[in-house]
């Protein structure tokens, strides 16, 4: 993540080039609109023939700060009724996997969870959830092959509710974002969720993988529009080496970054820092 480390590395000891600097900016992801701010903020500087890496740093960091929310309040349960979560996003950001970590992070914070294999479309999907609900010793529920999903997900909400569990979290099949069909279905979901619960899905969060770059930020666009979206989970943010898609879709679309998975293991994963993560790029 720290590509200001590798800015300072380029522009060591000569003069900025503008075309390299905004090249490097949108090659961290930071996204057009602030790669702009950032360029604009430094050329009305006096003497901005004479900005220095320290200066570049200083107004990114800046800006960062300035879009990044400062707290995000954590994700707390209802009194009466389950909280429901909703699981988005494309094949192979590691969707299923995040479900379990998620799990195992409210798990870990005293809270109840049922899980819903409501990824029907794919048997390896169900299966591996299952697997995940064995070891974490959580109950899932799933459905036929091929079941609807927003059926799968009525009944996940009926068994929550008996069960008094406070957290239900829906495992959703992974689409392209530019299916129509499919975003579709994540309206039905949402629609049959609030026969139940007016407010439910109470959390929409979309999975992105941070090594995609743009194209997370185009997900995002895509999955805010079908059913809106209140937070991300970021992927891979460890290994990015950029990670600036974090500050791009909070930048354009308002959103913020709940939670980032960091590693493999079941405990590589937790809330989005933002001091840390600020720490990390600078």
């Not at 493999?264 to 790029?281: H, S, T, V, W």
Request: hydrophobic content about 45%.
């Amino acid at each position: 993540m720290n590509f200001l480390k590798s800015l300072a590395q380029t522009f060591a000891n000569k003069p900025i080039d503008w075309d390299e600097l905004e090249e490097s900016l949108i090659r961290a992801d930071l996204g057009m609109p602030m790669t702009t701010r950032i360029i604009k903020a430094l050329q009305e500087r006096e003497a901005w023939s004479l900005v220095g890496i320290n200066d570049i740093v200083k107004v990114v960091g800046e800006e960062i700060v300035r879009i990044l929310p400062e707290n995000l309040a954590p994700i707390q349960p209802q009194t009466a009724k389950p909280k429901v979560i909703l699981l988005l996003g494309v094949n192979g950001t590691g969707k299923t996997t995040s479900t379990a970590k998620l799990a195992r992070y409210l798990q870990q914070n005293r809270h109840s969870v049922l899980l819903a294999a409501a990824d029907t479309f794919r048997a390896a999907a169900i299966e591996q959830l299952g697997i995940w609900a064995e070891r974490l010793g959580v109950e899932m529920i799933r459905g036929q092959y091929n079941a609807d999903p927003a059926a799968l997900c009525y009944e996940a909400y009926q068994a929550a509710v008996k069960r008094e569990i406070q957290f239900l979290i829906c495992d959703t099949a992974g689409r392209m974002h530019t299916k129509t069909n499919l975003m579709a279905e994540l309206e039905k979901v949402k629609r049959t969720l609030g026969k139940q619960d007016p407010a439910a899905p109470h959390e929409r969060l979309l999975v992105v993988d941070a090594t995609t770059g743009s194209n997370a930020l185009s997900q995002a666009r895509e999955f805010q529009s079908a059913i809106g979206l209140t937070g991300l989970i970021v992927t891979k943010l460890d290994g990015s080496g950029k990670g600036g898609i974090v500050v791009a879709i909070q930048d354009e679309l308002g959103i913020p970054t709940r939670f980032v998975g960091t590693g493999e293991k079941i405990n590589d994963f937790g809330p989005f820092d933002r001091r840390a993560y600020i720490d990390n790029l600078l």
